[in-house]
């Protein structure tokens, strides 16, 4: 069934998806970081891991479209990613 919504290509309909997926696993993060209550923690993370499916699913949507351009990332800029965040993790303990 085709949307009846003249003013927004189908493309600017996807990216405010994407960009509402965002900003709810924004929010449950945020929520899951300052609850106290065990069963709501429990329960916002298990929202956040469907919210980041669904993200994953427009994403993959968009890169199949051409809509979302994404460069490969070589194994040198990996390796340096990691040993950036392990340092940063290390720093933290």
């Known amino acids: 069934m085709p949307m009846n919504n003249p003013g927004l290509s189908e493309q600017e309909i996807m990216n405010d998806l994407l ?6 696993t924004s929010a449950y ?18 929202c956040l891991t469907g ?4 993200q994953f699913q427009i994403f993959n949507a968009m890169q199949q479209r051409g809509w979302y351009q994404t460069k490969p990332a070589s194994s040198q800029d990996v390796q340096s990613t990691k ?3 392990n340092q940063i993790k290390s720093e933290l303990q």
Do not use: D
């Open 19 to 24: 960009t509402s997926e965002k900003q709810i």
């Open 83 to 85: 040993t950036k965040y």
């Open 51 to 54: 919210a980041q499916e669904i």
């Open 29 to 46: 993060n945020t929520g899951i970081t300052e609850t106290s209550c065990p069963n709501l923690r429990q329960h916002l993370t298990k």
